[in-house]
């Protein structure tokens, strides 16, 4: 702990991205062998003199067979630090990274609230207010940040580990392009990796996060495009659909035009390149870019 506090104590003077390993020596699930796959957490604080105090938990995308590191994961972190939000880009399992054979779960959902509840219990540190730490996924990275706003606990108060004393459950949600069901409106290669090419139904079931929509899910901004071949944008509208029924505030963006997986929408014409200033206006609304 001692180590973690100095590390934190270098990070806030410096604001320079440090990545740690997010479980330490044992970690639960299915795991590589192989030292260099270890799920890990990189921070990336704001400047101190313009941060809000919200911070974002970020789940690049890659179909659980990899990660969409520099363009939803360096290039987010980034745009969040501009707005004065701090960013934790997180490394979960994939297929290729778990031990043989496949399917990888639970190990990447266990990675994200692990990654949330490192945020929360060191969020005086990190100077992050616990009650505005949300979380931010690229398709299948966006699966698994519903994964997180949809599976969550208040954290076990008799545990030895702090970390794991603090709730897991995301103060906000941000989709992109996401993988959100199991079935039939489903990404296949993500679907396989997470539970298997033949899963049991009750696996399906509990993937499928538009079934997993309760009122305690916290408030979600989704974007997706119509054109998506390789997601079909019903996932957000089944998504959005379900936080209706709940009542969880829902806003839904989308555009005709667009191909997956394009991020931040850099270099792409308008409409589409101004996706992000509808969400930059959405988390000004919900409170989260002001101290």
Known sequence: ????????????????????????????????????????LTIQLADQHKASGTAVVVCPGGGYSGRAIGHEGEQIAAWLNERGVH????????????????????GPMLDVQRAIRTVRAQAKDFGVDPSRIGVWGFSAGGHLASTAATHFDEGQAAADDP??????????????????????????????????????????EFYSNEKQVTSRTPPTFLFH???????????????????????????????????????????????????????????????????
């Open 1 to 40: 702990m001692n180590l973690l506090l100095l590390l934190v104590c270098t990070l806030l003077l410096e604001s320079e991205p440090t990545t740690i390993n997010l479980w330490g020596a044992k970690i639960p699930g299915p795991v590589s062998s192989d030292p260099t796959n270890v799920p890990t």
């Open 225 to 291: 495009t119509v054109q998506d071949t390789a997601v079909p944008i019903e996932n957000s509208r089944m998504f959005k659909a379900a936080c209706e029924k709940a009542g969880v505030p829902v806003e839904l963006v989308e555009y005709e035009e667009g191909r997956h997986g394009v991020g931040l929408g850099l270099n792409t014409p308008l409409p589409l390149a101004g996706w992000s200033v509808k969400l930059e206006a959405w988390m000004r609304k919900q409170g989260l870019l002001e101290p």
């Open 163 to 204: 970390i794991d004393k603090v709730s897991c459950r995301p103060d906000f949600a941000i989709l992109a392009y996401p993988v959100i069901s199991m079935g039939a409106k489903t990404h296949g290669g993500s679907k396989a990796n997470l539970i298997g090419k033949q899963p049991d139904e009750k696996l399906v």
């Open 87 to 106: 960013a934790f880009i997180l490394k979960y399992r994939t297929v290729g990274e778990s031990q043989v054979p496949a399917p990888l779960q639970p």
